[in-house]
């Protein structure tokens, strides 16, 4: 685990990523020590840098640091980056170094190539807030998917997915939701809340090359009943097939391995 | 400072306080080594870890560590209490112990004794998310704050006042909103953003007791422009008369200092 370049642990108690969650995360698949599409997650995390006014560590510094931390075989490294330690008060200090910790964690049970195609999700109660200035962005202000994800214990389901105050449906707790209907996809607008993954990006981008029309727009629940084939993605798990939510059930379908050879094939 | 009855700056880099801001906090006053209105912080702490299902510290051992941390003479103790470190995922380990932060900072100038009675405020352009199930709570998820209080630099600015998504007022980046009009207390309604202080809480209890009627409602900006006198509260500052709203400014009114008085009479 890596603090700021340094072997440790340990980080500073008065830091504004733990005051404020005042800061962005990254979390990435590693494969022989390289991390897999670090052009879209440096991308992502200079935009999200950006939406919160913080000035993004030097790519070539941050992938040293991933490599670097990043152990044998396929894992998962989480870059956090924060505006820094210091001054008490919520007001952002411009003059201040941001804080990164950089640490690797062992591939989940879920993401392992054994694991099944398929998986069970739930309807949660918790509906998300709408912000349009903090929508998309992966920050580190994530309390919403914690008390949603409290909402089950059972550990056969998987995913929750969430609806914000109108009843739009915006995601699942962890991962970004596609549904294809009628040989199209569609995934939900992110432009009031949810979060804005790179596996989602990196499909948005490569689907339309597939000659599969891509809709981003407003989802009622009804829309998730009625498609032919439920998806779930990111980047840790690539994308996963719904074959149950709640009392719905779908039958296997192709398009989950026909979008995660896309997810994988784009460019690097 | 103190992290889990322990003297030392340096915590757990893989806590769930800076991963998800999954966690609530307090800043109160201390004097000569002891915290101002302890009991009503305490059930505030209480309150909102019961929000988050998290198991509040034992009051004693708190308080003891409160008084251990504060220095001579006036000042500022915070506490962080989070979910813990450990497992990786949004699901909230039920088994973990929570982490506990107290440390001592210096009383800011503006709570000092000779500070002004009376500040400046402007509005702020970001716009509150309602989220029921987190308002009023003190937590960890605090970006909307920073955002907003990044809109301003000029030193001259005190508070900045923040409406939700629907033009209800809530309140200030750091502070609780009171209005007399016509000899009644009018304070917004935080049932869907903003936090509802102890300073507030305890204006809300002494204030009836005075034959003053409290009214908690929904206040449009025209209800704050049209106010015999504005007021913002917390527990660092007390009471403090807002004299100009951008353009608009408020002759010296005398609620200021009666609200002080029941604000600091009040039962400890």
Chains 1, 2 share one sequence.
């Not at 398929?118 to 309390?143: D, E, Y």
């Not at 109108?166 to 970004?176: D, E, F, P, T, Y």
């Not at 690539?238 to 398009?255: F, I, K, Q, Y």
């Amino acid at each position: 685990m890596l603090v700021n370049g340094c072997e440790t642990d340990l980080m500073d108690a008065r830091d504004r990523g733990l005051a404020y969650g005042d800061g962005v995360f990254r979390t990435l698949r590693t494969q022989g020590r390289r991390p897999l599409w670090w052009r879209d997650h440096y991308a992502k995390l200079a935009d999200d840098c950006a939406a919160l006014m913080l000035t993004c560590p030097d790519e070539a510094m941050l992938h040293a640091e991933v490599c670097q931390v990043a152990e044998e075989g396929k894992g998962v490294v989480k870059i956090v980056l924060t505006r820094g330690a210091g001054a008490r008060g919520y007001a952002p200090p411009s003059d201040q170094p941001l804080t990164r910790v950089v640490f690797h964690a062992p591939l989940p049970a879920h993401a392992q190539a054994d694991a099944p195609e398929a998986i069970t999700a739930r309807w949660c109660v918790l509906q998300l807030a709408r912000q349009p200035r903090l929508a998309g962005v992966k920050h580190l202000n994530r309390l919403e998917n914690v008390l949603a994800r409290a909402e089950w214990t059972d550990p056969s389901i998987f995913e929750g997915l969430l609806c914000d105050d109108l009843g739009a449906v915006i995601g699942g707790v962890m991962s970004n939701l596609l549904l294809m209907k009628e040989g199209e996809l569609f995934t939900p607008d992110l432009g009031e809340c949810g979060v804005a993954g790179v596996a989602r990006t990196r499909l948005l981008r490569a689907v339309p090359r597939l000659g599969i029309p891509v809709h981003i727009g407003r989802l009622p629940p009804a829309a998730i009943l009625a498609a032919d084939e439920v998806m779930i993605c990111n980047s840790v798990i690539g994308v996963r097939r719904v074959a149950r939510l709640d009392e719905t059930t779908w039958p296997h379908g192709n398009w989950t391995a026909i979008l995660n050879s896309a997810l994988y094939d784009d460019v690097d």
